[in-house]
């Protein structure tokens, strides 16, 4: 009997299910990605050392993903495969944004507790390590939630699914970032940092929760997958052996998703520094007193940005994988991320020019729709039924991977290249550079057979 007759289609409502808690992850991630920095940079961080705190994410996302891949593979319990995964790593985090912009109340709090004197880096430390908790635990949730697709989805329907996980993650992110805007254009009320990640860790719960209530697990059907019929587990070095036996294709879609996310967390992890700093050419945070009422204004810009961003997203996540299915994932994906190209370059040039630098974030969310459903949707093909958890967590050391790259060399680069005056720097340098890696995937996706 084939996948596709085992697992019964989704409809409509079956996939805006799915979806619905990767909408409530991107509360997370959004707030994670847009005011780290603003949080870090208050309590003294350069340039640098923000980079630094952003290794977090590409270090969790290497080892605890693959390593809850596989254990979410072999897990059984009442609850299910994925549920105790999603459910768990989700609280966590939930708690865990609530404290971050708390990091300096926190210090002085362990310095009465214990009657020790921290240091006057104290804050940060405990943001740092705080941030570290965040991207570990919503990796705990991210890689058994992709495991989900091919684990309870039929074959033929994956690029559909990818598509609404890529809508989810447009809308979700264009909610949580015009919340605080939106707020202070209507009502003249600036919400502050702290209630901006408390909603979030509200939101993602809320909705991790929906998903595992209404989404039943490929674990309680009838057509069991063969491996767990026989009680066999893999240690990880056996699934990562397999991973790359797939097929030869498998190689170029790790290739294409390396040097892809260099560039896409070229614009993630600077593009509030770059609107603030650079854009609204705000002093350095760390180095100098400015203004409050213009550091909240260029904060809700940067808000703004990555909703444009995710907005685009939104909207063209359905029409692409409809495009997808007509001319094939990598025609499509080809175009979008040279888009994209086209849209640092913009960036870089126009970074004095409000307006257009708004324009170039939104051509840049067509190529981040596309980066989050196709190269998902074409390695789904060569997955093997019982190992979805542990391939899509191997999958994800090619996105975590190349984020090292630009938090230590984007960083330090960044972090060299003082203006006249220094108290700024030129954060336009991090989209030359993600241009140039998103050529290079472009090319890369060329050669991929489908």
Not at 121 to 146: E, F, H, K, M, S
Not at 166 to 189: E, Q, R
Not at 274 to 302: C, G, R, S, W
Not at 344 to 358: D, E, K, S, T
Request: aromatic share 12%.
């Amino acid at each position: 009997m084939s996948e596709s007759t085992e697992l019964k289609r989704f409809t409509t409502i079956n996939f805006l299910n799915l979806a619905l808690g990767f909408l409530g992850l991107q509360f997370a991630w959004q707030m994670r990605i847009a005011l780290a920095e603003p949080v870090t940079s208050g309590l003294g961080a350069s340039p640098l050392l923000y980079s630094l705190i952003w290794l977090a994410g590409p270090f969790s996302g290497m080892v605890v993903q693959p390593i809850v891949g596989v254990l979410s593979d072999n897990t059984k319990s009442k609850f299910g495969r994925r549920r105790p995964y999603l459910l768990g790593g989700t609280l966590i985090t939930a708690l865990a944004l609530w404290a971050f912009p708390h990091s300096a109340g926190i210090s002085d709090i362990i310095s009465k507790l214990f009657h020790f004197n921290m240091p006057a880096w104290g804050g940060l430390l405990i943001a740092a390590i705080l941030i570290w908790v965040i991207d570990a635990c919503i990796n705990i949730a991210q890689g058994p939630y992709r495991s989900l697709i091919p684990d309870v989805v039929p074959k033929e329907q994956h690029a559909n699914a990818n598509s609404y996980i890529s809508l989810a993650i447009g809308l979700g992110s264009v909610i949580a970032m015009v919340v605080a805007p939106l707020l202070k254009f209507l009502f003249d009320y600036q919400m502050p940092i702290d209630a901006q990640f408390l909603m979030a860790g509200i939101a993602f719960t809320l909705a991790m929760i929906w998903t595992c209530l209404t989404i039943k697990e490929r674990s309680t059907l009838k057509a069991d997958v063969a491996q767990e019929q026989q009680g066999e587990k893999q240690s990880f070095a056996q699934s990562l052996k397999e991973f790359f036996l797939l097929s030869p294709e498998v190689k170029k879609i790790c290739l294409m998703q390396f040097f892809t996310w260099i560039g896409m967390m070229c614009l993630l992890i600077y593009i509030t520094p770059f609107a603030i700093h650079t854009v609204y050419n705000i002093p350095d945070l760390a180095t100098a007193v400015v203004d409050k009422a213009m550091e909240q204004t260029a904060q809700n810009y940067a808000l703004i940005c990555l909703a444009v961003f995710n907005f685009v997203c939104f909207v063209i996540a359905i029409p692409l994988a409809n495009l997808a299915n007509k001319f094939g994932n990598k025609k499509v994906h080809i175009v979008s991320m040279l888009s994209m190209v086209l849209a640092y370059l913009g960036l870089a040039i126009f970074r004095h020019n409000q307006a257009a630098v708004l324009f170039f974030m939104g051509l840049s969310g067509i190529g981040w729709a596309s980066v989050c459903a196709l190269p998902f949707a074409m390695l789904s093909k060569y997955i093997k039924p019982g190992t979805e958890g542990s391939v899509m967590g191997i999958f994800n050391i090619f996105i975590a991977g190349p984020q090292v790259f630009v938090c230590t060399l984007v960083g330090w680069l960044i972090n060299i290249s003082v203006m006249s005056g220094g108290l700024n720097h030129h954060y336009e340098l991090t989209f030359y550079i993600g241009a140039g890696c998103l050529l290079l995937a472009s090319l890369v996706t060329s050669a991929i057979k489908e």
